[in-house]
């Protein structure tokens, strides 16, 4: 079980992948994110929904937080300098 500050922290990280998220992602670009229960699928971006990005598709239930690479390059949207 998580503690507190624990929770806050990923809450924190959380917040800061979708800003970063929502600064660099463009319509059309491609994604790898981790779903549950830990597998890793490819989408392209469509659009936002709030904080979660909604696929082609359709599915608005991925998370910048979950995003590993972006049109194949790795990338990680917690990191303060804005993922790239």
């Given at each position: 079980?998580?503690?507190?500050?624990q929770k806050e922290?990923?809450?924190?990280?959380?917040?800061l992948?979708?800003?970063?998220a929502q600064r660099v992602l463009k319509h059309g670009d491609r994604l790898r994110v981790t779903k549950c229960p830990g597998?890793?699928?490819w989408i392209t971006f469509?659009?936002?929904?709030?904080?979660?990005?909604?696929?082609?598709s359709g599915i608005d239930d991925y998370h910048p937080i979950n995003v590993d690479r972006?049109?194949?390059?790795p990338v990680?949207?917690?990191?303060?300098?804005?993922?790239?």
């Open positions: 079980m998580l503690t507190e500050e922290e990923r809450r924190r990280l959380a917040r992948a979708a800003e970063n597998t890793k699928r469509e659009c936002w929904s709030g904080q979660w990005m909604v696929s082609k972006l049109n194949g390059a990680d949207f917690t990191q303060e300098r804005g993922g790239e």
